[in-house]
């Protein structure tokens, strides 16, 4: 399969599954954002990366995630046309975290010098 037709459906992907955590997680959960999408090459298997404004909540989003992914793909199977629907699982963006720490760090190096 071709890397751009991979890439159309991340992008598909993401917008669907942002869409559908929007319409059907509580909204105790917290805002939980899709950061990225990365799917296999024969398109079996989406890894869904997400951000959440409440760390805290980190356990809880996942499990609730995880309660509705066969739910989510149910309706993406409905809505997309593609021959196999993507298992979805779901994975805290952790890239936020690095960024975080070296911007403290480069802080720590500039109030050093």
Do not use: C, W
């Amino acid at each position: 399969m071709s890397v751009v037709r991979v890439r159309q459906v991340e992008e598909l992907l993401r917008e669907q599954v942002s869409q559908l955590i929007q319409e059907r997680l509580s909204e105790d959960l917290g805002m939980i954002t899709v950061t990225d999408v990365a799917v296999t090459p024969d398109f079996k298997l989406a890894k869904i990366y997400i951000v959440l404004l409440d760390r805290n909540q980190e356990q809880a989003v996942l499990q609730a995630l995880q309660d509705a992914a066969h739910g989510f793909q149910h309706t993406l199977g409905k809505t997309l046309a593609l021959r196999y629907t993507p298992r979805l699982e779901f994975v805290i963006d952790k890239s936020e975290n690095k960024i975080d720490r070296v911007e403290e760090l480069l802080q720590e190096i500039d109030n050093d010098a």
